[in-house]
């Protein structure tokens, strides 16, 4: 099928992609070779590793404040041809995906591609994951595919160079990036996932209630010993809301939403008791008066990145010994249409959550796993049971 060269931003997400509550599948490319003889004067539109030409984003997307990141990931869509005047378009065998045909016995595969064949991958992924962790709740599940994603190399040289607040416009481009079986199910010595499952009751009957705090188990001597050496922390925070269908509510995220929920970190210096007044206003004399805050975007990734849609997910990067001492996660309840508008049942209600937490260094001599497994599986308390994933 011929068609006019258009680039992906003028192509904006549609109805049903934008929900909140589930994983939202972009397109992005590997297939660069041409096979076929004809076009032999054709070139792929995209390169290696950068958005498919099928796909959709969501930089379009002015209206509303804090509207989720979509997509969330991408998978492999497949590419198209352009001619050498780069105007006019063409669908190929050889850049598409692969896929079982009607006719098994006469033409057994069939070319696939566009968002379609990006989904089916991502329902596979989510397919694996369950049968091997089949304790674990979609919320966690959700969780694993965008904690498992990776940006390809043309995608962070698109990142990358750019100030903190251009590169999370860029999440409306290419999502998480691309998740794999492996790296979602993933527990090395030096790569090694803390996954928790939990229920919060975000409001009671006058205002917030539940606040959870993790104590993360950090080796002290691992991470000494590594001083310097930079190390990376992914944290994933996934969720389920009841959404607010009324005309207005999706303009609004705390009307749309059913209830909202966050996670921070302990600074590295702040005390214990300075970081729970932060976060939560029970811990405070008067909770009216919020303590000084200095800031903490420096080493995040996205520091706005976190405070969009049900499903909240961000890198810190920084020398090991820094990572010592922020070692307490908070989980903690925002407001959504539950805490004022709701009865007094809906709104004094349970929720769940999943929450994943991997840290990472490139240096293979090390033994991060082996180190975190004997803290949680030891006699170091937790606040709350955290699983090491395997």
Known sequence: MLQEVQPSDTYPIEDPAQAWNVVTVGGYTDKIHIAEPELADHSPLAEA??????TRTSTLWTTGRNRPFKPDIVMEAGNRAVDASRTTVVDTTSLSVATSGPEVDQR??????????????????????MAAKPDYWPETIRALMIHGAEWTDKMRFALDPLGKTEAARLLRHFGYGVPTYERAIASAE?????????????YSA????????YNLPWPRQAFEAL????????????YFVDPNPGALASLDPYRYQSFGLRFDLK??????????????????????????????????????????????????????????????LCVKPVGGWWKNRADTATRQQKTRYALVVSVKTAKEDVTLHTDINAIVCGTVPVSQDIEIGI
């Not at 006058?206 to 705090?213: I, K, L, P």
Request: hydrophobic share 35%.
């Open 227 to 238: 001083g310097d050496e930079e190390v990376r922390l992914k944290i994933t925070l996934s």
């Open 49 to 54: 590793g950068d958005l498919s030409p099928f």
């Open 108 to 129: 057994p595969l069939v070319p696939f591609r566009a968002t379609s064949a990006a989904t089916a991958e991502a329902a596979r992924l989510a397919c694996r994951l």
């Open 206 to 213: 006058s205002g917030f209630q539940d606040c959870h705090y």
């Open 190 to 202: 030096n790569h090694l996932a803390l996954v928790a499952q939990s229920e919060i009751q975000p």
């Open 267 to 328: 600074r590295r210096m702040e005390s214990t008791d300075d970081f729970k007044m932060r976060v939560n206003a029970d811990e405070r004399a008067d909770p009216r008066r919020r303590p000084p805050i200095q800031s903490d975007t420096d080493n995040w990734r996205f520091p706005d990145g976190t405070a969009s849609g049900s499903l909240h997910c961000n890198e810190w990067n920084g020398p090991a010994a820094w990572l010592l001492a922020r070692n307490i």
